[in-house]
């Protein structure tokens, strides 16, 4: 397969515990014009070799059954989870990637060559504590690799996240190194903004050199807007953002909660569900007091919205009220793309500071697909044994070849 034009499926479930997205993407490392789908143009990753065309065959989505998607959610929690749950979620999920991947297969009609895999991430501490007399980083990423290689037939790259830690980085984030290809242009300044259950950015000044990438999470995407929504209304999530626009922001709530340690630390800095899960939407409900429950759902949006805002405000623009500043971009991706209220609210915390948001979709790539054609990347990547982290992203000291492979 070494230097030949490959189809990989990329293989992504977030924080979020939604479910499963597969995206199965051809890479070449030779640019190639006339491609039957949409093509993305891609920019070489300066000094490294790296794809040249990356394209698109197909993306899908599978839900994770709501049984499933509770025994997800109770792994995340590291103090009830038992380690026979764990041994038989981790297996359960690699039948469950591999039976996407071929769903998939079945679908577009397109057999895939190999399969990059990011597991389901039970546990992610990126920043060293100390440990039994020793001081780590740690990470979890469940979903066996073993199993997708003998159900879809071809080898499984998988784990990406602890090779970058071991090189002293945050294992996370790993997308820029798809930003940076990507959406890199001469004159505009570009966010990549993903709202997942998380939300993170990636930053890429004009005319960038890869070491100027700053990325880091900003703060809760999706995850607390879900967690009001489920509460109060029984569903997973807000969609397209209507019971949001109904209510009306409790902005002191706000103001309040931007205030806490994780906004105002500096990047890089990562966040999961042990920042904002449970504890967090706890507080989070005691801050809105007796409030009607739209207005609730409408705080959480405002809060992710602002957040975001904030953190660009405060660690991407130097100087916000400074003129003639290049054109700045937020390109925007993750389920959160598609909760208009959402992007409502951000567009009118960022237009202020010159930035205006357009959705990944317009660059052909769909806004859920994102991550998965992210791993798609960096399974490519290590299959011809090649570096795909970005080192300014994850504070890593060196590039390092992410992941591990198992063969059917
Ligand atoms: N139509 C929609 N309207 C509003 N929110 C949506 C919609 N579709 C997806 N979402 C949100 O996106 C989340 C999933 O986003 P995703 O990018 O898959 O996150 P993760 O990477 O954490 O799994 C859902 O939990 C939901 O909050
Ligand atoms: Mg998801």
Redesign the pocket.
Known sequence: MKNKEIVVAGVM????A?GI?VAFVRLSDRPRSGSRSASISVSAFRGQECPRHIELLGHVEYSYAKNVRAAVLGAMNASRASVADLAQLNFLLGELYADGVLAAQRKFSVKVDLVACHGQTLYHQGKAIPFLGRTLATTWQTGEAAIVAARVGVPVVSDFRPSDMAAGGKGAPLVPYLDYLLFRDASAARIVQNV??IANLTSIPAHAAPSSVVAFDTGPG?MV??AVTEKFFGQ??????KIAASGKVLEPVVGKLLKREFFRKKPPKTAGREEFGREFVREFLRTCGRAKKQDIVATATALTGASIADAIRRFVLKDPTARNRPLCEMILS???A??STLVTMLAAELAPLGVRVRVSDEFGLPS?AK?AVAFALLGYQTWHRRPSNVPSATGAKRAAVLGKVSFP
């Open positions: 479930s977030g924080t979020s939604d997205n997942g259950g999706n807007i879900d997973p999530f807000d969609h397209n953002g993750g389920g959160g598609k909760n859920s991550e």
